[in-house]
T-cell receptor, first 116, second 118 residues
Framework: AQSVAQPEDQVNVAEGNPLTVKCTYS??????LFWYVQYPNRGLQFLLK??????LVKGSYGFEAEFNKSQTSFHLKKPSALVSDSALYFC??????????????FGAGTILRVKS | NAGVTQTPKFRILKIGQSMTLQCTQD?????MYWYRQDPGMGLKLIYY???????DKGEVPNGYNVSRSTTEDFPLRLELAAPSQTSVYFC?????????????????FGPGTRLTVL
């Protein structure tokens, strides 16, 4: 069965420091990997995705993520955190011939807190 | 474009009551989805639709029903509300650039409906 693990419930970082939000996955076949962000009382917003090609994917708001097939990871990174980056971050995976259409399987989410 | 809109934003139901959560998208997306979000659990797929007149069950469909009479609308029906259905419900849509690999599509989410069943 497909699954996503976000091992940290919360990540704390000081403004201006680099941030990493971790994600590992388990899926049969080639994975398609996504990061979404959720601000308080809002829906999820798409940040970036990896489908194929370059392992380093750049997305919205200066975020990037690196696909590592051997470690089955897709960690989200940003070189310099902003207070406004504080939110709930979800990693999700899908794959060809997934159950339930093009179902996204979501991780439990990681709260990012950036302190000034 | 308004994107994906959901109504109501909040609702409190009594056990056994019924209600319909509304979802509309104006992006002409074929695919639409309903998820529920529980604390610490991520999002779970309830139902999805690949086009008008076509719906199918997701991971947690029990206690819910859906219909898709138009491309734009995908209402979610709760017939007999139970406390276990207390959750935040999100509707999403996507456009399959290639239906053979629709699992690569980006999903666009509505703002959510917070439902409490007492």
């Amino acid at each position: 069965a497909q699954s996503v693990a976000q091992p940290e419930d919360q990540v704390n970082v000081a403004e201006g420091n680099p941030l990493t939000v971790k994600c590992t996955y388990s899926v049969s076949g080639n994975p398609y990997l996504f990061w979404y962000v959720q601000y308080p009382n809002r829906g999820l917003q798409f940040l970036l995705k990896y489908i194929t090609g370059d392992n380093l994917v750049k997305g919205s708001y200066g975020f990037e993520a690196e696909f590592n097939k051997s470690q089955t990871s897709f960690h989200l990174k940003k070189p310099s955190a902003l207070v406004s980056d504080s939110a709930l971050y979800f990693c999700a995976v899908s794959a060809p011939r997934m159950e339930y259409g093009n179902k996204l399987v979501f991780g439990a989410g990681t709260i990012l807190r950036v302190k000034s | 474009n308004a994107g994906v809109t959901q109504t109501p934003k909040f609702r409190i139901l009594k056990i056994g009551q019924s209600m319909t959560l509304q979802c509309t998208q104006d992006m002409n997306h074929n695919y639409m989805y309903w998820y529920r979000q529980d604390p610490g659990m991520g999002l779970k797929l309830i139902y999805y639709s690949v086009g008008a007149g076509i719906t199918d069950k997701g991971e947690v469909p029990n206690g819910y029903n859906v219909s898709r009479s138009t491309t734009e609308d995908f209402p979610l029906r709760l017939e007999l509300a139970a406390p276990s259905q207390t959750s935040v419900y999100f509707c999403a849509s996507s456009y399959p650039l290639d239906p053979r690999i629709s699992s690569t599509d980006t999903q666009y989410f509505g703002p959510g409906t917070r439902l409490t069943v007492l």
